[in-house]
Nanobody
Framework: QVQLVESGGGLVQAGGSLRLSCVAS?????MAWFRQAPGKERELVTR????????YYADSVKGRFTMSGDNAKNSVYLQMNSLKPEDTAVYYC??????????????????WGQGTQVTVSS
């Protein structure tokens, strides 16, 4: 059982920045940030595969969001810059503990954080 603790989030004006943090209690093969806006499906924002140090970004956040992390500390961070109202959502940290190259969907992850609200006002 892996527990995830998220922090960060909040209310910011468009163009502003926020930083999210996530610490896992156990080892992970992949760690990711998803988000879910009201009435929409949960979508992948970014994820890292520790074995290859490979980071993926959704097109909607490329150039604005940066994922970083510390494998030894089972921690990831999401720096969000140039935020837009359409970035408003609950952001979730997720972990996959086993090897897979299919790690772009929510169903591929087996542990989740409680979620943190990000609200961007126009």
């Amino acid at each position: 059982q892996v527990q995830l603790v998220e922090s960060g989030g909040g209310l910011v004006q468009a163009g502003g920045s926020l930083r999210l943090s996530c610490v896992a209690s156990g080892r992970a093969f992949s760690m990711a940030w998803f988000r879910q806006a009201p009435g929409k499906e949960r979508e992948l924002v970014t994820r890292i595969r520790w074995s290859a140090d490979n980071i993926y970004y959704a097109d909607s956040v490329k150039g604005r969001f940066t994922m970083s992390g510390d494998n030894a500390k089972n921690s990831v961070y999401l720096q969000m810059n140039s935020l837009k109202p359409e970035d408003t959502a609950v952001y979730y940290c997720a972990v996959r503990t086993t090897y897979s190259t299919t790690d772009y969907a929510a169903a591929n992850y087996n542990y989740w954080g409680q979620g943190t609200q990000v609200t961007v006002s126009s």
